[in-house]
């Protein structure tokens, strides 16, 4: 397709993209990087959106997009995808799993082309996974999942959203082999918010500065563009001022040691085993980093702490000095953890505001049901005014873009200053500078010790110097599934 941008202005309800002139020539694939604002979101609606659709409006001329040939890989399709199964599929809990929301389902469903879903499963390391729930998978194992189901379509023009976000490394290297042979025959936007996931093989890139076509440029130019460090200085200015919230409303209690121990943890579903023969500690103090591939069971081991995991008591477990399953509330445990991750993000199904989002940190609720107090709304209020979101706090928490969703996560998990802070890949669907943001901000919290940090990303650029020890998963050949490795930097 040759498309054409000319003075074309769109707005959603958070962001608001300005393109004054881009022209994207037939064969040619584009990159495309934010420094705020999900314009994945908004270049994927203009894309794809039916000419009848009109949730999205925009003034100027896009000229030369076939909206029936275009397929969208993004974190909001993947939780839609995810909303859809679980509100029309109730087999797992009858006891069977429907083959229509496997992964393989899921995939066959957009071709009805055997050897087609066969190809794609093998070319995206999905095979071992073709017979499970598409609702059990990882973070990583779904972004596999979701560009496999948009390249079935065989449509000729992709645009992927954050594609690498969830990935580990070792999966991130081999997506972008796979994505350089098929811009091959396929036109692509492969829309990011890191400069380091920008792909080598992408020879023009196009940059947005807050929602403004900044420019356009070579690989080489992009290489050394000085936006980065510009924006570096901007993000941490926003992040003392979030610092400065927690301090004034600080409060720390304390637990003998040790705050949580697992004895010869095991995880495993029918014959499949997860991990097995975990012993970990955790004392007052210390921060942890969680290490893996991805469905190795960094999230399953984070869900046995937090207490919403099913097998959290059938293993040994202490928790703030208690035995699990000797009689505490869930809520007793709760109370004392806050906790951001993927599986939150999609069970967080409400249509509460989202000041009441924050609100409910203080609450452990998914959605708020109770009064709350005048302080706790003031904290929440604060909390918006430095996210840049206090003009949204009436607004519904599911019309809020994907980013803006998890920011609130993020600060509903810290406004009640937990002891322990569960941060389960805490920047998935954040611009640049609200990752910066959150990253600097968690860097102050583990050094101040103002929470204990328990800390999942699949980027080594994610680490916190604050972090000294780490427990990592690693294949076991003896008994199958994952064995722990604990360490100290």
């Known amino acids: 397709m040759e498309i054409r941008f000319t003075q074309l202005q769109c707005r959603s309800s958070s962001v608001t993209m300005d393109i004054d002139n881009w022209l994207i020539e037939p064969q040619q694939s584009w990159g495309v990087f934010s420094t705020e604002g999900d314009l994945g979101a908004l270049l994927g609606l203009l894309f794809t959106q039916q000419a009848h659709d009109k949730t999205l409006a925009y003034s100027g001329q896009l000229l030369g997009v076939d909206r029936t040939k275009v397929a969208l890989v993004s974190l909001h399709e993947q939780q839609q995808l995810l909303d859809d199964i679980l509100d029309q599929d109730d087999s797992e809990s009858l006891g069977y799993i429907d083959p229509k929301t496997t992964v393989y389902g899921v995939i066959f469903a957009q071709c009805n082309d055997e050897a087609l879903t066969h190809r794609l499963l093998q070319q995206l390391n999905l095979i071992q996974l073709s017979a499970s729930p598409f609702t059990q998978l ?26 690498y976000a969830g990935l580990d490394v070792g999966h991130r290297q081999a997506l972008s082999h796979y994505l350089q042979q098929l811009s091959q025959t396929v036109q692509m936007l492969v829309v990011v918010s890191r400069e380091e996931d920008m792909p080598d093989w992408i020879e023009h890139i196009a940059m947005f500065n807050h929602g403004t076509l900044d420019s356009v440029m070579t690989k080489s130019e992009w290489d050394n563009h000085p936006l980065i460090s510009q924006l570096t200085a901007q993000s941490g200015q926003q992040s003392e001022e979030l610092l ?33 023969g975990v012993n970990w500690r955790i004392d007052n103090g210390v921060h942890w980093q ?118 609130l996560l993020i600060a509903r998990a810290i406004v009640k200053q937990p002891t322990l802070l569960i941060l389960d890949e805490p920047y998935q ?22 929470s204990q940090l328990l800390y999942v990303s699949h980027y080594q650029e994610d680490s916190l110097d604050s972090i000294k020890h780490f427990i990592e998963f690693v294949a076991d050949e003896h008994h199958g599934g994952y064995r722990a490795v604990i360490t100290k930097s």
């Open 290 to 407: 969680v290490k893996g591939p991805n469905g190795c069971g960094k999230s399953t081991l984070l869900g046995l702490i937090f207490g919403d995991h099913p097998q959290c008591y059938s293993n040994d477990i202490d928790i703030f000095g208690k035995k699990r399953g000797s009689g505490e509330s869930i809520w007793e445990i709760k109370k004392h953890i806050g906790m951001v991750s993927s599986a939150l993000h999609l069970q967080y199904r409400v249509n509460c505001s989202a000041l009441d989002v924050i609100v409910s940190g203080f609450y452990d609720s998914i959605g708020l049901y109770q009064q709350a107090s005048k302080q706790q709304v003031a904290i929440a209020t604060e909390w918006l005014a430095i996210l840049h979101m206090g003009h949204l706090s009436k607004s519904s928490f599911r019309q809020l873009e994907y980013g803006q969703q998890r920011l």
């Open 244 to 276: 400065a919230l927690i301090r004034r409303h600080r409060h720390s209690p304390s637990f003998a040691n040790p705050v949580f121990q697992l004895n010869n943890g095991r995880v495993a579903y029918s014959d499949k085993v997860i991990f097995s």
């Open 429 to 450: 669907g954040l611009d640049y500078l609200g990752r910066r943001l959150i990253k600097n901000a968690l860097e102050l919290i583990a050094k101040e010790h103002l």
């Open 138 to 163: 990882s973070t990583g194992e779904s972004r596999r999942v979701m560009l496999a189901r948009a390249v079935a379509t065989k449509v000729p023009f992709l645009v992927l959203d954050e594609p």
